[in-house]
């Protein structure tokens, strides 16, 4: 959202600066821009700052948000060095072709895609900006303005995050095409004999590039659909989630105590809230556990009825959790016992349920 909101802001605040300063005094009042006035400015404030509320309100409850976005500003959560533009660049160019073909769903199962869709990109927007610079230069701004912020990450230079760029880039496409679709010909093609063809012939093509852009997509849309249909879903999108959820529900286990990242979101959501998993392993690291987390476990261990959520082993996101697990439960002449584990259809184990009694 701060790639486009940010960006849009300042091209917007451009854009009515420059129209201020170009346009004549006496112009007609219909190509004339109103002054701000206070009601406009307090407005177009509200309006600016109303999806960054939840961001707000976050950081006025925690104070967590600027406290994150220092910690991580030089190297991000997961190691990603923001001052290593060129590297960054390199993924995220990839990463571009990859959103315009949409070859990155590999979780579902398969990897599909439409190998035209950047190459038709690039004719839209290309062939637009040759016949209406002016009216693609604004919206290719905000794109290449929010490519640029994503450059910079306080985690990391997930796929997943960047994707969201991809209606803006469709978006920018569509313009392109709308023109070429509903522009009246030039005067130099209205002089012509053959003004119907340029007028017609040009639409023709636009409509069936546009074809056959949305008939490679709904393919590899079909073919991701089928892919999931027999994988369910591969690693953190696998439907082991929901057999988990439906575990722990059933069994009347509401309050497991999860050990790794994960895990508390799909079950909360999955069992309608009513398995509510207590997270204790601590956000500070993902390489090893922070200094309070044996304190945190000590506190559950002494019953016996608590479960335990754990990644499969070969799963593990933050690590170091499952050992001083282990460990603790061992130091009280105690051996932890493996009770359930959820796997993806293929057999590959994902999730496990534990018990210390």
Not at 250 to 277: C, E, M, N, Y
Not at 299 to 309: E, H, K
């Amino acid at each position: 959202a701060v790639w486009l909101v940010g960006p849009l802001g300042l091209l917007a605040g451009g854009w009515w600066l420059w129209q201020q300063r170009t346009t004549p005094p006496d112009a007609a009042e219909t190509q004339a821009y109103a002054p701000i006035t206070i009601l406009l400015l307090v407005g177009a404030l509200g309006a600016f700052m109303l999806p960054l509320l939840p961001l707000i309100l976050f950081n006025v409850q925690t104070g967590g948000l600027w406290s994150v976005l220092s910690r991580n500003a030089q190297t991000s959560y997961y190691g990603v060095n923001n001052a290593d533009w060129v590297g960054n660049l390199a993924v995220r160019w990839q990463q571009w072709g990859q959103m315009l073909r949409g070859d990155h769903f590999w979780y579902l199962g398969g990897v599909y895609g439409n190998v035209l869709a950047p190459w038709l990109w690039g004719v839209f927007i290309g062939s637009g900006l040759w016949r209406w610079p002016k009216v693609l230069v604004g919206p290719l701004l905000l794109l290449l303005a929010a490519f640029g912020l994503s450059l910079f990450t306080i985690s990391d230079l997930f796929i997943t995050h960047f994707a969201l760029l991809q209606p803006v880039a469709y978006g920018v496409a569509g313009v392109a095409g709308a023109q070429w679709l509903h522009s009246s010909v030039t005067l130099r093609e209205q002089q012509g004999k053959d003004a119907k063809f340029w007028l017609y012939g040009r639409r023709g093509i636009v409509i069936l590039l546009l074809l056959v852009w949305m008939v490679l997509d709904v393919t590899a849309t079909v073919r991701y659909h089928g892919a999931l249909n027999r994988s369910g879903g591969l690693a953190d999108h696998s439907d082991a989630s929901y057999h988990l959820a439906y575990y722990l529900r059933h069994k009347g286990l509401g309050a497991p105590i999860a050990l790794d990242w994960g895990i508390d979101a799909p079950v909360r959501f999955l069992s309608q809230g009513s398995v509510a998993p207590i997270e204790i392993f601590g956000y500070d690291s993902v390489a090893e556990p922070d200094a309070d987390f044996e304190e945190r476990l000590a506190l559950f261990l002494p019953n016996p009825d608590n479960v335990y959520l754990l990644r499969a082993e070969a799963q593990t996101v933050f690590r170091g959790r499952r050992q001083l697990f282990l460990d603790a439960v061992a130091e009280q002449a105690r051996t932890a016992v493996l009770v359930q584990t959820f796997a993806q259809r293929d057999g590959t184990p994902l999730f496990e349920v534990w018990r210390a009694p």
